[in-house]
């Protein structure tokens, strides 16, 4: 089985633009998870998709939205870039609905605000 | 609120000596509880979680919940044990991990 992909695996943008991030998750997991991750915060939840529907969400602003298709595939959306966005994006898939689930993370996209 | 705590950021020791990475959290209901690592240039990985009580590579992690702990211990630690270590909470809503900030392991030649 093909691991979880992220594309693009690099992305430069400058403040104020917005960005879109894709994950396809490992074949048959219906759940995608987002994160991001910086050096002083260490990995922080940012949203659950399950079935194409938001189930969980972190503690970001609006400008981070998300969406799942009936794929599992996922995206995710930054508007209104800020410095403070640049960060590794990681996503994860999971095969099942609730209880114990293991997260397979993919390998991230590095984006760089200037 | 639901919080991991993971006290050491860094952490080295040398290849034959027990390691044991600290980790505290904060949650009100019944966690799930596990240990991700990254090694150099790969991608974080799932060492082990506490519902199992496996050992894995030699780790081996105890859900404490009076003192609400999970650490990670190993008696001998090797080399190919560098790597960042990451606690994480499943808060049983789903998929919502909180991750402690993580510890990096250096096992010493």
């Known amino acids: 089985k093909a691991g979880v992909t992220q594309t693009p695996r690099y992305l430069i943008k400058t403040r104020g633009q917005q960005v879109t991030l894709s994950c396809s998750p490992i074949?048959?997991?219906?759940?995608v998870s987002w994160y991001q991750q910086t050096p002083g915060q260490g990995l922080q939840f940012l949203f659950e998709?399950?079935?194409?529907?938001?189930?969980n969400k972190g503690n970001f602003p609006g400008r981070f939205s998300g969406r799942q298709f009936s794929n599992s595939r996922s995206e995710m959306n930054v508007s209104t870039l800020e410095l403070g966005d640049s960060a590794l994006y990681l996503c994860?898939?999971?095969?099942?609905?609730?209880?114990?689930?293991?997260?397979?993370f993919g390998a991230g996209t590095r984006l760089s605000v200037l | 609120a639901q919080r991991v705590t993971q006290p050491e950021k860094l952490l080295s020791v040398f290849k034959g000596a027990p390691v044991e990475l600290k980790c505290n959290y904060s949650?009100?209901?019944?966690?799930?509880l596990f240990w991700y690592v990254q090694y150099s240039r790969q991608r974080l990985q799932l060492l082990l979680r506490?519902?199992s009580r496996e050992s894995i590579k030699g780790f081996t992690a105890d859900l404490n919940k009076g003192e609400t702990s999970f650490h990670l211990k190993k008696p001998f630690a090797q080399e190919e044990d560098s790597a960042m270590y990451y606690c994480?909470?499943?808060?049983?809503?789903?998929?919502?991990?909180?991750f402690g900030t993580g510890t990096s392991l250096t096992v010493i030649p």
């Open positions: 994860a898939s999971s095969s099942q609905g609730r209880g114990i689930n293991i997260q397979y």
């Open positions: 074949s048959g997991h219906r759940s």
């Open positions: 998709y399950f079935s194409e529907t938001q189930r």
């Open positions: 949650y009100s209901g019944s966690p799930e």
């Open positions: 506490h519902i």
């Open positions: 994480a909470l499943n808060a049983n809503t789903g998929n919502q991990f909180y």
